[in-house]
């Protein structure tokens, strides 16, 4: 069994990053978007929907990178990011699914899991998904996304990913 503090203080000279503060709302409860608790982490949409179903894989505990992470919990985290994608692969039916992880913006370890759908406009089909405008993306609906929500929580439980809060 997992014990979760209510709340992540950062290790000295760490950098308090938005990604401690989503894991803390999904640890309380306070994240519309937290579509469930897996092994590794946090499954959840992201807050710009500039492709129907982008995800995001946050680890709990966070981390500075993947690195930082025992060999057991970098393969579970990245385990887990994939069965994100076979989600997606069997809810939305993209052509394809991006997997990312840099920590550029944000310096805490997060996976971005990103469907790639024929339906995209043609200029957008081959280019990687930073080229989209995310200030113009559609900010995540959890009334919207209620049907993809249950859908993508049924394919994960099938697959064994989603763990009590």
């Known amino acids: 069994m997992v014990t979760l503090t209510m709340q992540e ?3 000295e000279n760490s950098v308090y990053t938005a ?5 803390n709302d999904a640890r309380a409860g306070r994240d519309m978007s937290v579509l469930g608790r897996c092994a590794s982490g946090w499954a959840v ?14 680890p709990d505990p966070v981390v500075p990178d993947l690195n930082a992470l025992t060999p057991e919990r970098r393969s579970q985290f990245l385990l887990d990011m994939s069965r994100l994608g076979d989600a997606l692969m069997r809810t939305t039916s993209p052509i394809r699914i991006n997997y990312a992880i840099f920590g550029n913006v ?7 899991v990103i ?5 995209e406009p043609e200029n957008m089909q081959t280019q990687q998904p930073w080229a989209y ?7 995540f609906d959890a009334v919207a996304a209620a049907p ?3 859908a ?13 809060p």
Do not use: C
């Open 148 to 150: 993809l929500f249950k």
């Open 106 to 112: 944000e310096p805490a370890l997060h996976a971005h």
């Open 152 to 164: 993508l929580r049924v394919e994960l439980a099938l697959l064994g990913v989603l763990r009590s």
């Open 133 to 139: 405008d995310w200030n113009a993306a559609p900010a």
């Open 9 to 11: 203080e950062p290790q």
């Open 45 to 58: 949409f992201g807050h710009q929907q500039f492709v129907q179903g982008y995800m995001l894989l946050l």
């Open 115 to 119: 469907p790639r759908y024929r339906t």
């Open 19 to 23: 990604i401690h503060r989503r894991v």
